[in-house]
């Protein structure tokens, strides 16, 4: 009698005991995984970042004799700008980073949106080849672009310095005109941002990186015009509403919701754009153009301060978590709009 | 009725020069020829604009000659093959073949997406899924990686990777480090930093915890009405996976894999920095080099060329998936 209530207990207790492990087990694979070449690297990271980690403890790693514990000292050197690397400032990266990508979404968003609601004209001839043309810019890997670009830009043989000499000469000017797009140092408009001069090349840059991203930026936004339904312009025109109110209080309210994620999605993307940066300027000229992460695998991969790179690298995290936090603050608000 | 109060209210000029209406139907009404015409320009610029660099390259990669035209040419005037022959034939300098170069980037791109796919999916599933009381902690474990960029973690990888090597020491012993190690000098055969595993496994890193995320945000839209149906029906949470979310998941399992396709095709950063064998590169890596340190010697028509092969199957992939793919990055992009 007793085994046979006990027995009913006894399985239904090891089948709860199954539905609190399973969850477990589907993630074990992952988290094996990530663990060890995920997480670990991570802490090792944080525990590299304060020693003097160089070159000559490659052989031995952290069992090296002559590796010291430094403490912050690393840490202290990148901001104070005590580092061994020529030209170097973190504020001045720091600052030049975020003005970066806040320069290139303040131009890309507003053209992308003005693009598609260009393209979405009733009536207008060749649309769909206009669309086809349109999207390449998206399609083509950044890396390609930035080497093209750069072959552009370039001061003797450049594309554009020829466009320009063609046009100068066709008003009747003489001379090829040579503008060192990538090289020069003096910033045109010294002003601008005082804490990091803005060389040429940051505006030839901005040409290339607005040539990538507005097409992204107009996709986005045809999509969300075209989910607008015809009968709110109708209600809104019933109502009174001119066209230039239907544009303010329909048009842009409701491709807010689609374009916030989007920036969003766009200044990540620049403020991280190395590929771009690397195979355009390499950061420089003078490290004019560099950017946090541009710098960061400087740091690891040609001046080999392992120690400094880690402390560096654990800089930027911090900077990207505090960027995380106000970008998702600022998508919760928007959300809330739909 | 509307066409009588038309006229008294006047329209903002972009509005009624744009004739916004965001239907996308066509009304009854034309466009009047003057302002097609200056739309069809205005159109035709930012065309133009698109078409500028993307025309010079495919110019360059059809020229025969090996250095840059002197004024600017943006229609080949003449379609040699000659660039593209060379580039497969012998893409660099170093006795390597292009289609090593090829096997090298696709071992990659291929073997990272794969390996972080297959592994992910379980995890996603049960972060999507399951209710248990460590999930909200391991969930953030997951995303803290994904706000470092690539770069930030190339540091340890880097020595991590370095630490795994295999010597030949000064007798007949091998040693494995960091097991053992030699007693006198040794010459080192295998470094796992210096390999395309080694690599891998770096971009991998990177690209699992991304897998996670972005296929748990895909399976949280599935609809939970058909799992609970077969629950009803008896099945057990491993036959619900097996049976029918994974086969639902299908399409975005596909989406996911050419996302990481795609990244991983350009990567760039971990094989430049890691890898130092010619018989190692990548295409990207090679592409670089084109136009590095040497870059007044270069053949101009074969970088074209060979930008053109890397861009191409990038290009492909994105426009057969351009319909899922935005969505993807941007969802993506809000979350990490």
Known sequence: MAAITAEPHVSKRRAQL????????????????????????????????????????????????????????????????????????????????????????????????????????????????????????????????????????NENYGALNQLITTITQFFGAEGVVRIRWLTEYKPPIPWLLPNSPLTLAYYAMMIANFWLGWPFMTLVATGALQSIPKELFEAASIDGASPTQQFWNVIVPLLRPAMVPAAIYGFMMSFNLFNFVYFMTNGGPARSTELLVTFAYDLVRNLRLYGVAAAFAVIVFFVALIVFLITNRITRATESYT | MTAQAQPEKRPNIIVRFFNMNTSGELGGRKLPLWRQLLLQLMTLIIAFEVMFPIMYVVTLSFSSKTTRPSTLQLIPNEFSLEAYKQ????????????????????????????????????????????????????????????????????????????????????????????????????????????????????????????????????????????????????????????????????????????????????????????????????????????????????????????????????????????????GGLVAGGVKG
């Open chain 1, 18 to 153: 199954q539905k609190a492990i399973l969850p477990y087990l589907y993630l074990f694979p992952a988290f094996l995984i990530m663990s060890v070449i995920t997480f670990y690297p991570l802490i090792y990271q944080v525990v590299l970042s304060t020693t003097n980690f160089e070159t000559r403890h490659l052989l031995k790693g952290l069992r090296s004799e002559d590796l010291e514990f430094v403490g912050l000292d690393n840490y202290k050197a990148i901001i104070d700008g005590s580092l061994p690397v020529q030209n170097f400032n973190f504020f001045r990266v720091l600052t030049y980073n975020f003005w970066w990508a806040i320069t290139n979404v303040m131009v890309h968003v507003p053209a992308g949106v003005l693009i598609a609601i260009l393209l979405n004209t009733q009536g207008l001839w060749f649309k769909r080849i206009y669309r086809a043309v349109y999207i390449l810019p998206v399609v083509i890997p950044p890396l390609v672009v930035a080497t093209v670009w750069r072959n552009i830009f």
């Open chain 2, 87 to 326: 580039v497969l034939d012998r893409p660099t300098a170093n006795p390597v073949t292009f289609v090593q170069l090829l096997r090298n980037s696709a071992f990659l791109s291929v073997g990272v997406g794969l390996v972080a796919l297959l592994v992910a999916v379980s995890a996603a599933y049960a972060f999507s899924r399951f209710k248990f009381k460590a999930r909200q902690i391991l969930m953030i474990l997951v995303f803290i990686p994904l706000l470092m960029p690539v770069i930030g973690t190339a540091t340890p990888l880097f020595l991590m990777m370095n630490s795994f090597r295999v010597t030949e020491c000064a007798g007949d012993d091998i040693a494995i480090s960091p097991f053992t190690t030699c007693d006198g000098q040794g010459k080192v055969v295998f470094n796992l930093r210096d390999s395309l595993p080694g690599v891998g496994i770096a971009m991998i890193s990177g690209a699992l915890p991304f897998a996670v995320w972005n296929l748990k945000g895909y399976l949280d839209t599935i609809p939970k009405e058909l799992e609970e149906a077969a629950m009803i029906d008896g099945a057990d949470p491993n036959q619900i996976f097996t049976k029918i979310v994974l086969p639902l998941a299908v399409p975005q399992l596909a989406v996911t894999f050419f996302l990481g396709f795609i990244g991983h095709w350009q990567e760039f950063a971990l094989p430049w920095l890691f890898l130092s064998q010619p018989e190692d590169y990548t295409l990207s890596m090679t592409m670089y080099n084109m136009v590095g340190q040497y870059a007044n010697a270069i053949p101009w028509n074969r970088f074209a060329a060979m930008a053109m092969i890397v861009a191409l199957p990038v290009a492909v992939i994105y426009i057969a998936l351009q319909k899922y793919i935005v």
